[in-house]
């Protein structure tokens, strides 16, 4: 099956930046998103990048796609401590048989320090 | 964005008893849903992609005849897990599709399911 890697953990300061990383090693990709988990709940669509774009900027996230390698980046601007969650990096495609079908990486807990 | 909805929240029950959760989508209608299984600190793992008006597609190794599922209707998907044992404990999780400009799935709240 397809594969969805993530780093489990990351720790960053009140205020800076956090950048999770995700590859991925499907080639027929379409659709890659990148959702929030917190504590108990369900998972909380962030935002979504197409296969095509490199870049997609959206108020403090911004998000990289390196089609080559097949790396996907999230970068939260000025985290603050309700960004403490479990980030999922997930990826689709249009493949008639799995229309819809999200593959997910193990996701990575973000903690933020005050 | 639009709401998928599950009850109950969480449930509590004796191991042998049958428990049914329920995955509704308040205000769009999805001929697709997806139940997952979340173990703790772990990813989400498709269980079984829910298509409305036919069965289930289960994924490999999740037995069909003890996560019964059923789609009746366009906003609603239902979990039943039979004979539960502890094992069966977990974090339940449903999507639905939205079919649109893009496929983007829409999730539940979750289930905390504990089988004692």
């Known amino acids: 099956g397809e594969d969805v890697e993530q780093s489990l953990f990351l720790s960053v300061r009140e205020g800076d930046s956090s950048v999770i990383n995700c590859t991925y090693t499907d080639s027929s990709s379409t659709y890659l998103y990148w959702y929030k988990q917190e504590p108990g709940a369900g998972l909380q669509l962030l935002t979504y990048i197409f296969s095509n774009m490199d870049m997609k900027q959206d108020q403090r996230l911004t998000v990289l796609l390196n089609k080559k390698d097949k790396h996907l980046s999230l970068r939260i601007a000025d985290t603050q401590t309700g960004d403490s969650a479990i980030y999922f990096c997930?990826?689709?495609?249009?493949?008639?048989?799995?229309?819809?079908?999200?593959?997910f990486g193990r996701g990575t807990q973000l903690t933020v320090w005050p | 964005g639009a709401v998928v909805s599950q009850h109950p929240s969480w449930v509590i029950c004796k191991s042998g008893t049958s428990v049914k959760i329920e995955c509704r989508s308040l205000d769009f209608q999805a001929t697709t849903m997806f139940w997952y299984r979340q173990f703790p600190k772990q990813s989400l793992m498709l269980m079984a992609t829910s298509n409305e008006g036919s069965k289930a597609t289960y994924e490999q190794g999740v037995e069909k005849d003890k996560f019964l599922i059923n789609h009746a209707s366009l906003t609603l998907s239902t979990l039943t897990v039979t004979s539960a044992h502890p094992e069966d404990s977990s974090f339940y999780i449903c999507?639905?599709?939205?079919?649109?400009?893009?496929?983007?799935?829409?999730f539940g709240p979750g289930t905390r399911l504990t089988v004692l």
């Open positions: 997930a990826e689709t495609s249009d493949r008639g048989s799995t229309l819809g079908r999200l593959y």
């Open positions: 999507s639905a599709l939205a079919r649109g400009e893009y496929n983007e799935q829409f």
